[in-house]
């Protein structure tokens, strides 16, 4: 036999690692570990138990997220760079808000056997959740996603034409402000919900961009989202087209003739619907739930072909949230 058990093993201890990552973060310990600390400084800091605050350190050091070295305790550099709050690239609010959002799947066999509950009425998602979201979408953001983004649109043999932009379903905003600060001139318009753009509006005087970049609220399954773009940017927002052709015409019809739209989309599914593993498993509670699923691979670059861009070029991005498809179509 030239299999064994192993990997069946390991995958029983996938919770315990993700539990000592969510009550680090809850317990904020990483803050107090940028440098060399013992675990009984840690502990009378936070007010906890000395002998059970060191072995959960260990438990941290085991899945390399913390360093120990003759009794001291820092944070490994992932840690550091994402785990410390107050910093610009501290995503921990938002691996905590994820795991929420799996709770479900703490019903899994019930789930199974008896199927999705009754879909709520009203939709679940409050003005005041959508900007919660986009707040905590800031700092993913400047984790590496705007830098992807800038990195991708400058390289376009278009890019230093382009005269106006529009990032649709730009969240924040950071994105999109990027991408317009990397060019000497170009002008740029946030599209996204009302209370996800007033957010946006707050970014953009933040970083003093108010004479380059504007917002412009409403839903793009049925408002307009303007005219006149050289540059249409759109990332993982059209998961929410209710029908994807007509939004992908609006686009077109939104761009001049030779602009482009550049699209990173990471919700679509290879194998039959079971790969890549980590879109999979981040919308198993979601689908589970009742909500639809089942987005190919490609979905997107077949629409733009369908509405009409004369050509569409396409490859994978290996991200922090795993594989995306990148499509640039061009009109």
């Given at each position: ?152 649109v400058s390289k376009l043999p278009e ?12 969240g924040p905003g950071l994105i999109g ?86 699209s990173i989309f990471g919700f679509g ?63």
């Open positions: 036999m030239d299999m064994d058990y192993g990997e069946l093993y390991r995958m029983i201890f996938s919770p315990i690692r993700s539990k000592l990552l969510l009550t680090g973060i809850e317990l904020k310990v990483f803050n107090y570990m940028s440098d060399p600390v013992s675990a009984e400084e840690v502990a009378q800091t936070i007010d906890a138990h000395p002998r059970n605050m060191m072995l959960f350190l260990d438990g941290l050091a085991a899945i390399d997220l913390v360093q120990k070295k003759v009794g001291l305790y820092q944070n490994a550099p992932v840690a550091q760079a994402f785990l410390v709050e107050g910093s610009q690239t501290y995503v921990g609010q938002m691996l905590a808000f994820m795991a929420s959002a799996d709770s479900p799947l703490d019903n899994l066999t019930k789930l199974v056997k008896e199927g999705p509950p009754p879909k709520p009425e009203k939709s679940p998602f409050s003005e005041e959740m959508l900007a919660q979201g986009a707040t905590m979408m800031v700092n993913t953001e400047q984790a590496g996603d705007a830098q992807l983004a800038v990195e991708i890019f230093s034409s382009f005269k106006k932009m529009l990032d649709l379903g730009g402000m990027a991408i317009v600060a990397a060019h000497p001139d170009m002008k740029g318009v946030i599209f996204d919900l009302p209370p996800v753009v007033r957010v946006a509006e707050t970014f953009i005087r933040e970083y003093q961009m108010e004479d380059r970049v504007e917002v412009l609220g409403g839903d793009f399954n049925r408002d307009p989202i303007g005219e006149g773009y050289d540059l249409v940017f759109t990332s993982n927002s059209l998961q929410f087209a209710h029908v994807i052709d007509p939004v992908v015409k609006k686009i077109y019809d939104a761009l001049n003739q030779g602009g482009v739209f550049v599914q290879t194998h039959e619907g079971t790969k890549p593993e980590n879109l999979v498993l981040g919308m198993l509670s979601m689908v589970l739930m009742g909500q639809e699923a089942g987005i190919e691979q490609g979905y997107i670059a077949d629409s733009m072909l369908r509405v009409g861009f004369r050509s569409v070029h396409s490859q994978i991005l290996n991200t922090a949230w795993g594989p995306m498809e990148l499509d640039i179509g061009r009109k």
